[in-house]
């Protein structure tokens, strides 16, 4: 497994490009171990990078995140526990550390060598990390979806729906303490490729109050006037420059901006 890795991101011109293909196949290949253990039974796949894979958003991200669904069946530490045995047998050198005494039970899995091996840095135990979280106190009123996809492998996922999963990055944009440009630029994104789509009022409210939201709440009918003041308000430079490293084709740049931003949201 660790040589083919290594035969993708060799395949690639750039050091960005062979970055993202370790990363993204990692992040694959730790999906593949956790389907085969029988995760996604009870948790469903969010986040960026369940937008990528699912959705070819064309910008990499980061992180694994998800939310605990159903009852869960194993526990959190017994499936890190397996991932770091099965990435060990397929030949990687792996440090795991992790956290199950809060409601999201967070994991930080890190290769060494690969780095190295693949050209990238000049030092052996340069690391590529991996976070992988899972919110075990999720809001309530999601609704749920399976997909079938094949990212290097054939995976079938655990989700939420668009509406649910454009709740998530509207809760994160209204609640988020700091400028995250990557979240503006998912918005985009969303709304530029899906001119209709509307956030899952239900499970927005419920994740503001959870989280100690005390104004008003957005509704069916005015839910955007809420983006447009964040986005009116925005630092635009600090979005940029968290956003640009990660997309597929920098010159999106262009098109991104605040103006092309609220244009499509109203």
């Known amino acids: ?82 991932i770091k045995k099965e990435l060990e047998l397929s030949g990687y050198n792996v440090e795991v550390s992790y956290k199950d005494n809060r409601a999201v039970h967070s994991a930080m899995i890190k290769f060494s060598n690969l780095m190295y091996e693949a050209g990238l840095s000049g030092l052996k135990d340069q690391k590529i990390s991996i976070k992988l979280d899972i919110d075990t106190n999720p809001p309530d009123g999601a609704k749920l979806d399976t997909k079938i996809i094949n990212k290097f492998f054939p995976l079938s996922f655990l989700t939420y729906d668009l509406s649910s999963l454009f709740a998530g990055k509207m809760h994160a944009i209204l609640n988020r303490k700091y400028t995250k440009g990557r979240d503006f630029y998912d918005v985009f994104w969303y709304l530029s490729r899906m001119k209709d789509l509307k956030p899952n009022i239900v499970l927005l409210q419920n994740a503001l109050k959870q989280s100690g939201w005390d104004k008003p709440m957005p509704q069916e009918s005015d839910w955007k006037d809420f983006l447009i003041k964040v986005v009116e308000g925005v630092n635009w430079d600090s ?28």
Request: one cysteine or more.
């Open 239 to 266: 979005v940029d420059k968290d956003v640009r490293s990660f997309l597929e084709q920098p010159l999106d740049m262009k098109v991104f901006n605040k103006e092309n931003l609220l244009r499509i949201i109203k």
């Open 1 to 82: 497994m660790k040589d083919y890795v290594l035969e993708l991101a060799a395949s690639k011109k750039t050091s960005d490009d062979k970055f993202n293909t370790i990363r993204e196949y990692l992040q694959s290949y730790i999906l593949r171990i956790m389907q085969d253990f029988g995760a996604f039974h009870y948790c469903a796949f969010l986040g960026g990078t369940a937008l990528r894979f699912l959705y070819d958003l064309p910008r990499f991200s980061e992180d694994l995140d998800f939310s605990l669904a159903n009852k869960q069946e194993k526990t959190f530490v017994e499936m890190i526990k397996h």
